[in-house]
């Protein structure tokens, strides 16, 4: 998991919700990555903002790095000018 992931579950730990969403990006995952280890972390995500009061954590789907929704208009070369 990366730094940024982190600092935003520690908000998230730390803020009072009653329910989360969660869309995840694909930037560290690589042919390496089992999905048994995203699915367990998914779970102890879940569990931990559970016992922070969270009522609900609804997992959305995994973004693939540089993939867009065509309805965005969004391309690669797109979002990395606007990202800059």
Do not use: H
């Not at 972390?41 to 867009?68: P, S, W, Y």
Request: hydrophobic content about 50%; glycine content about 8%; aromatic content about 14%.
């Amino acid at each position: 998991m990366g730094t940024r992931f982190i600092l935003l579950f520690i908000f998230l730990l730390l803020s009072i919700f009653r329910y989360v969403f969660v869309v995840l990006g694909g930037n560290n995952i690589d042919k390496t990555t089992k999905p048994r280890e995203i699915y367990m972390d998914l779970v102890a995500m879940a569990d931990e903002l559970k016992l922070c009061g969270v009522k609900r954590v609804f997992v959305c789907g995994i973004i693939e790095r540089g993939q867009f929704p065509s309805w965005t208009d969004m391309t690669r070369t797109v979002f990395n000018k606007v990202r800059r």
